[in-house]
């Protein structure tokens, strides 16, 4: 009896964080009726919740919303991705190649999440983006996997300031060996040094030809 009240109670809880995934900032009443539980039960959750940092109470609204330990949580799922045993030499090569920050990002819904990085050594970086989240339509990477998915050709994307002001995005895929797009690999540096003078030369060939050194290995390795 004890394991069925525990399981019932660890369902509720993820039912509860599932619901402030889909709408943030919810208050006890709301939760109470997406939840169907009676508000005692409502409380008891978020308070345990709350002491694992899983969700935080504005102290404005008195409403909750994600802590940020939701997001560690993912970012420590996404960092143990198979594909970051192949590809980190090859990143970390591509970055001593053009001195620019290198990414690998994923899709995530609507979303691309930057999962993996090597940063430049320049003194002048761009805002980093490991462990966030953009609209995937707003980043060349996102629109590189998003273009991947319905094209088998060779994927090229570029952002000019779209997602960052003077800041720059070009990215590619990396396949599977049923050619799917398994991650976004992208270079990201201020419009000063990638721009329209230079990024169509060695910074995409270098690019194109580090998507496919990673996607051989990918194909060589996997079942």
């Known amino acids: 009896m004890q ?9 509720k809880a993820l039912d509860l964080l599932e619901a402030l995934k889909e709408k943030d900032n919810l208050g006890v009443t709301e939760l109470s ?12 959750i978020l308070a ?11 102290e404005e609204t008195g409403n909750y919303r994600l802590g940020v330990k939701t997001l560690y949580l993912e970012y420590s799922f996404i960092k143990n991705l198979t ?9 970390k090569n ?27 050594k320049s003194s002048v970086l761009a805002k980093s983006r490991l ?48 050619d799917h797009p398994v991650a976004g690999i992208s270079i990201v540096a201020p419009v000063s040094r990638l721009n329209k003078n230079n990024y169509d030369g060695l910074f995409k060939h270098y690019l194109l030809e580090t998507a496919k050194e990673i996607t051989n290995i990918n194909k060589i390795v996997l079942p």
């Open 131 to 178: 462990g966030k989240r953009y609209p995937a339509l707003t980043t060349a990477a996102g629109k590189a996997i998003l273009r991947a998915k319905k094209e088998p050709s060779e994927i090229f994307e570029v952002d000019f300031e779209e997602t960052e002001k003077e800041v720059v995005e070009i990215a590619t895929v990396i396949r599977d060996e049923s």
């Open 48 to 58: 345990t919740l709350e002491v694992k940092g899983l969700i935080e109470q504005d």
């Open 94 to 120: 591509l970055r001593n190649k053009t001195n620019e920050t290198v990414y690998l990002s994923m899709l995530h819904q609507n979303d691309v999440i930057y999962f993996y990085s090597k940063e430049s």
């Open 33 to 44: 009726n997406i939840l169907g539980l009676n508000k005692n039960n409502v409380f008891r």
């Open 3 to 11: 394991q069925k009240g525990a399981k019932k109670s660890i369902e």
């Open 83 to 91: 594909i970051l045993n192949h590809a980190k030499q090859f990143i």
